[in-house]
């Protein structure tokens, strides 16, 4: 390649210091919350950066199916004028989805926990993790 030819930003999910902060952030937060069963890291568009546990297909329909749900989320968020949509909840049976957003970045966070959790705390370290995972710019510029 030439030195004038700039290149092309690589995207996050094929970028190998994103997926390893990535990867160690998902670590750190199933050490902290035994009843994380499922957890991605995945783009706005639905690719999928990194994920514990599952299988590759379930990952990548997970990635797939949770960037539709957060764009569903800040349409409604900015529908209703209520400002920017922080986290979504999904509430079954048998356990939740919590979703949040990655600030400053294109990414997001889908964790699925068992039902032994209470929302309140699954919640504050799915927000450990998201802050976790914003360091990644603070470590690339260090």
């Given at each position: 390649m030439n030195a004038h030819t700039?290149?092309?930003p690589v995207h996050a999910h094929k970028d190998p210091q994103v997926i390893a902060h990535a990867t160690e952030?998902?670590?750190?937060?199933?050490?902290?919350?035994?009843s994380l069963r499922y957890a991605?890291?995945?783009?706005?568009?639905?690719?999928?950066?990194?994920?514990?546990?599952?299988?590759?297909?379930?990952?990548?329909?997970?990635a797939s199916m949770a960037s539709s749900m957060q764009a569903l989320g800040d349409a409604v968020a900015r529908?209703?004028?209520i400002g920017g949509s922080e986290y979504i909840i999904i509430a079954a049976e048998t356990g939740y989805v919590i979703q949040l957003r990655v600030p400053e970045h294109m990414m997001v966070l889908a964790a699925h926990f068992d039902s032994a959790e209470t929302v309140g705390k699954a919640l504050s370290v799915a927000r450990l993790a998201v802050s976790n995972m914003r360091a990644l710019e603070r470590d690339r510029a260090a």
């Open positions: 700039p290149t092309q952030v998902l670590h750190g937060f199933a050490d902290l919350c035994r991605t890291i995945l783009t706005d568009d639905g690719f999928e950066v990194a994920s514990l546990s599952g299988e590759d297909n379930q990952n990548r329909r997970m529908d209703l004028r």
